[in-house]
């Protein structure tokens, strides 16, 4: 299958919290293969794993890194294109004073240069950005 949608780091993170939402959990069963994850993404989510003491949360978190995302998702690269296309949309935005979250812009940049739904629960991160789709699978799809 064809990849058509990128994870944001709290829609990756989804199901590993202590009650993860049904419908987030669900629509990643059924669009497994449709998956990507941006290389930003990943990195929160490593980063936030690397700052946890040892313990048994973090071995469970590890362990879902590896199986779940590293093995079965493509990550996809910040290159060039992204870069360009971000430099752009940041200069837009902070020209008009609403500048983005950097990581925000990158991870908005690789949906937007490949052509993919962003999946996230944080809507209002992306609004601003041209010409990139995105949906809250909390929400009906």
Request: hydrophobic share 45%; no cysteine.
């Amino acid at each position: 299958m064809t990849v058509r949608f990128l994870l944001d780091t709290n829609a990756l993170s989804e199901p590993m919290r202590p009650r993860p939402d049904p419908g987030v959990v669900r629509r990643m069963a059924e669009h497994a293969a449709e998956m990507a994850v941006a290389a930003p993404a990943y990195h929160e989510l490593v980063f936030g794993i690397e700052r946890l003491p040892l313990s048994r949360r973090r071995l469970v978190l590890e362990r879902y890194l590896e199986e779940a995302v590293h093995a079965s998702l493509p990550i996809l690269p910040y290159d060039a294109t992204a870069a360009r296309w971000h430099a752009t949309e940041r200069a837009r935005l902070t020209a008009i004073g609403r500048t983005p979250q950097y990581i925000d812009g990158q991870i908005a940049a690789i949906a937007r240069v490949n052509g993919l739904v962003l999946i996230t629960a944080n809507l209002s991160d992306y609004q601003d950005f041209a010409d990139v789709e995105t949906a809250d699978w909390r929400q009906e799809y």
